[in-house]
């Protein structure tokens, strides 16, 4: 091969994507792909994150349903006193049962409406009325699950008592206690479940059961950490916020009459 050949043949072979014109295009775009990396990093980042909260809550959801109770069991031990949460007829009914087998000397039904008396509850539960006469309370002032708290540590302390069963939903139950932990941490909580109106273990096939579900679980999450934050929730401005004012309102003439 002559010199003016190889003279011709060697640039070609030693840069052939600069004799072509591409060299531009190979620089580039390996600095297009250094300046996508990082992008594409936070991308999965965010991606595997997101997958792993999801796995997370559903683990958590699930093992949130699973522990709730199906079926109503009678407490293990007497107590001082008896809280029922309004919210459900059923709870009444059943917190009037253990009044007068004699799991306790008194009830508390706690959230009652203002519109709501004493002789119409009574009538709910019409051979029970002499225990609505001497030994049931009525709280008009909580307006929710915080309220219903802040009211049943009032009364546990107007009447010294130390250890108390609450009667509240199988659903209900968990966030409830959580609430009254924090309001009442040094007293005794014996929860009933009351499992009548929803099984936990019908969720995957119940669409209404699994809204119930799942709105009460998001709302046990935002109670663990709302109370992991405050001191008390008649101080907790957080509290207020939820409640749209003041949790438990100020005393009135229909608070606690008997």
Not at 4 to 18: I, L, R, V
Not at 38 to 46: D, L, T, Y
Not at 70 to 99: C, H, K, N, S, Y
Request: net charge neutral; with cysteine.
């Amino acid at each position: 091969m002559s010199s003016q050949t190889q003279s011709w043949m060697t640039p070609s072979a030693m840069e052939p994507a600069e004799a072509l014109g591409w060299g531009w295009t190979m620089s580039d775009a390996s600095t297009d792909s250094a300046k996508r990396s990082p992008i594409r990093r936070i991308f999965r980042i965010g991606a595997w994150s997101l997958i792993a909260g999801c796995l997370a809550f559903f683990l958590g959801f699930l093992a949130f349903v699973y522990t709730l109770d199906r079926f109503e069991q009678p407490p293990e031990t007497r107590a001082d006193g008896i809280v029922a949460m309004t919210g459900g007829a059923q709870r009444i009914g059943d917190a009037i049962d253990l009044l007068a087998k004699g799991y306790a000397k008194r009830l508390l039904i706690s959230g009652v409406n203002e519109k709501t008396n004493r002789d119409q509850i009574s009538r709910l539960n019409p051979g029970q009325r002499q225990l609505f006469d001497c030994c049931v309370d009525l709280d008009y002032r909580a307006r929710n699950t915080i309220g219903n708290a802040i009211e049943t540590r009032r009364w546990a302390e107007t009447n010294g008592f130390d250890t108390i069963i609450v009667v509240t939903s199988n659903y209900h139950m968990p966030r409830m206690l959580v609430e009254l932990d924090h309001a009442l941490p040094n007293r005794q909580k014996i929860p009933y479940p009351v499992a009548a109106t929803i099984d936990p273990h019908d969720w995957w096939h119940n669409s209404a059961t699994a809204k119930v579900l799942a709105t009460e679980y998001l709302k046990f999450l935002a109670v663990w950490v709302r109370t992991r934050f405050e001191d008390d929730p008649e101080d907790s401005s957080m509290a207020y916020l939820i409640s749209r004012g003041a949790p438990s309102q100020q005393a009135s003439a229909h608070t606690s009459v008997h």
